[in-house]
């Protein structure tokens, strides 16, 4: 028998201790859910499937100030010395790197841009130069079509010829050809005609927060720069090592240049996501501070009406009070006023989750947070009763008698 | 109904171990109304305690209707309270942020009784006590005497054959301490047994019965008045 009747009116006699609980209650529930949600989109969004394997992958920078090679044929030579290196799997010289937070965009169309614009459907992708080796470098599957040739690769200095092929991730595949029939078609880079040969099932571009994170074109083109960014992959027991040996190596190779910007693909793309790494931190702190704060506002607010009602307690439990009824009386009388917070908490969730969406464009607040999160605060809350309810139901019924 | 024999209680303190009764012996009959004097700090509120089980002794034998108290749970000794004793408190002891209908219902509720029973008796023992129109005030709301007819009529709502009082009159003054016992005695009337504490040598004089407790003992007699006549009988206790 729970008795809410008597506990609430009594409650509603004295209420300003409730009041604040209450409140306190429901703050944390509105931040608590909101604040966990958000953790748990970040969390989603750092741990997604990039398609790279990111711990076997690292990159690195060539600035070459010699002026006495052609770059690319340099290049190829480089990625041959590479390749030799113990614990490499392969390496390839690329225009820009995955997830590395600084690449190429343009929109690709199924026709090419004319000089009225572009006729028929186009979409956004990052794309890349690499030759044959790419695919393998990057760790990714080619689940249709076929790779590179090494007749397809161009090899240049200059723009004389182009290359006609390309392969594209899936995602892309699907956005610009969504019957399905993609494979062989023909997109354009401009007026570039490029023809799909292969298709990636996952390859992220360089940027997780693109507008088109997923969508990526790999171009068979090896057309080197003074600063020529490279892409290794090696075991990944080994490549910390392999990594330390690349300076000298490429400077025994040839001198007349420096490596720059040497970091494994884990690394700057954690780089590339601090921020959202520090927010998650933080949000983290600040929901188990407030669930601390209110579990213990609870326990403090219980062990003070228990010292106030002292006296009362004795009585009830001479007039025939259960010790049990005792716990029960501090659960039930918390349970209102917990039910009470949350009901108010989790409106303010809502409220709190479209003003997030609409102010800092956040995904909409999934409301099974905020039953997941009121459930949890109703938990604790109840936990943290239970100890100084406990000690209450020891009070002796003789301080009924005994305290004037 | 009641049956002590030879209670023991020692309250063990860091420095001091004081025996609050020693070798205590007591036999009370139903519908009994007893009246309990003695000097302050000999034992009086020590004994009402162990006869009301809100409290354990720590030697002898404690019947009530011939149930053996110290086997008892602590859950069983609380339902035997709730039901067959009612307390009396010198302060009272209501509940201040509950009204008097809420505040008579409160052993009732722990017995389980439903609502509409609850009301009936409710009522009925606020009539009794003559505040049926003030169910719905606070306790604060009351003087100290109507304070002690409320927490009278929490002690009748269960019905207990057995009422337990320590100085219920201690806090008022002696209009207000008359009404009182002429309400205890009118329920022993009815048929409950009561013993109560007092210091109020005229208000002992009223019952029936008088015990004396002297340094955690009974004194070596028990006074039997006849309320009907002005004779008092003295009699021999134990010698
Ligand atoms: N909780 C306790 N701890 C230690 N000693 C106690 C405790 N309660 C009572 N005593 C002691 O036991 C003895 C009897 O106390 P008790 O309260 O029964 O006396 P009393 O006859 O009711 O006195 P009064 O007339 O002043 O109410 C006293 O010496 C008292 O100090
Ligand atoms: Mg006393």
């Given amino acids: 028998m729970l008795e809410i009747k008597p506990i609430f009116n009594a409650m509603r006699r004295s209420k300003a201790g409730a009041i604040m609980l209450l409140i306190q209650i429901a703050i944390t529930t509105a931040i608590v859910s909101n604040a966990s949600f958000i953790i748990y989109d970040r969390v989603q969004y750092l741990q997604q499937e990039t398609g790279y394997p990111e711990d076997e992958i690292f990159h690195f920078a060539v600035q070459t100030f010699g002026k006495d090679v052609d770059l690319s044929q340099q290049f190829e030579l ?119 040969i292969g298709v990636v099932g996952k390859m992220m571009g360089p940027w997780l927060k693109d507008s088109r994170p997923d969508n990526l074109i790999v171009i068979p083109f090896v057309n080197a720069g003074v600063y020529q960014k490279v892409l290794v992959r090696a075991d990944p027991e080994q490549r910390a090592q392999v990594m330390g040996q690349i300076e000298d190596i490429l400077l025994k190779e040839y001198d007349q240049r420096v490596v720059v910007n040497l970091n494994g693909m884990d690394e700057s793309k954690r780089r590339y996501n601090a921020s959202d790494i520090l927010m998650l931190r933080m949000l983290v702190v600040l929901i188990t501070v407030l669930v601390l704060v209110t579990a213990l506002g609870i326990f403090g607010l219980t062990v003070f009406n228990i010292n106030k009602r002292t006296r009362q307690i004795g ?41 997030l969406l609409e102010h800092y464009s956040l995904p909409a607040l999934d409301h099974s947070y905020i039953g997941m999160t009121a459930i949890f605060v109703l938990v604790v809350s109840l936990l943290s009763v239970l100890v100084p309810a406990n000690r209450a139901a020891n009070i002796s019924p003789s301080v009924a008698t005994r305290s004037i | 109904m009641l049956k002590m024999n030879n209670i023991n209680k020692v309250y063990q303190t860091e420095k001091v171990q004081t025996h609050a009764l020693r070798d205590f012996n007591l036999e009370v009959n139903e519908g009994e109304f007893i009246a309990v004097t003695g000097p302050s700090g000999s034992g009086k509120t020590t004994f009402l305690n162990i006869a009301g089980m809100l409290e354990p002794y720590t030697g002898g034998q404690y019947l009530l209707d011939d149930v053996d108290v110290g086997t008892l749970s602590d859950n069983k000794r609380a339902d035997l309270r709730n039901q067959k004793i009612g307390f009396i408190f010198q302060g009272f002891n209501l509940i201040p942020d509950l009204n008097l209908y809420e505040n008579v219902e409160v052993p009732l509720r722990y017995r389980g009784i439903k609502s509409a029973e609850r009301r009936r008796r409710i009522e009925d023992c606020l009539e009794k006590v003559g505040l049926a129109s003030r169910a719905k005030h606070l306790p604060q709301q009351l003087s100290g005497g109507q304070q002690q007819r409320v927490a009278i009529a929490r002690a009748l709502a269960g019905e207990p054959r057995f009422l337990l009082a320590d100085e219920p009159t201690g806090n008022l003054d002696s209009l207000m301490a008359r009404q009182v016992m002429e309400l205890l005695e009118q329920i022993n009337r009815e048929g409950a047994t009561i013993i109560m504490v007092t210091h109020d040598s005229e208000l002992a004089r009223r019952a029936p019965r008088n015990i004396q407790v002297v340094d955690g003992q009974l004194a070596d007699f028990t006074l039997y008045q006849n309320r009907s006549a002005d004779s008092v009988v003295e009699l021999a206790s134990g010698a």
């Avoid at chain 1, 690449?103 to 690499?130: H, L």
């Avoid at chain 1, 595949?173 to 023909?186: A, K, S, V, W």
């Avoid at chain 1, 001479?318 to 908490?345: D, H, P, Q, T």
């Fill in chain 1, 78 to 196: 480089t990625e041959t010395t590479l390749r030799n290196i113990p614990g490499v799997i392969n390496a390839v010289a690329m225009q820009e790197i995955p997830l590395s937070g600084g690449g190429s965009a343009s929109s690709f169309g199924i026709n090419p841009t004319s000089d009225q614009g572009r006729q028929g459907r186009e979409v956004r992708s990052a794309y890349t130069y690499g030759d044959e080796h790419a695919l393998e470098t990057m760790g990714v599957d080619l689940i249709e079509g076929r790779n590179f040739n090494q007749n397809e690769v161009i090899i240049a200095q200059n723009r004389d010829v182009l290359p006609t092929v390309a392969i594209v991730s899936k995602t892309f595949l699907e956005e610009i050809f969504p019957e399905g029939d993609g494979l062989g078609q023909t997109i354009y880079l401009g007026d570039m005609p490029l023809k799909i």
């Fill in chain 1, 315 to 355: 009585t009830r439990r001479a007039l025939g009070a259960r010790k049990s009824a005792i716990v029960r009386y501090f659960m039930v009388e918390n349970g209102i006023i917990c039910i009470a917070g949350l009901v108010i908490g989790s409106a303010a969730a809502v409220y709190m989750g479209t003003a």
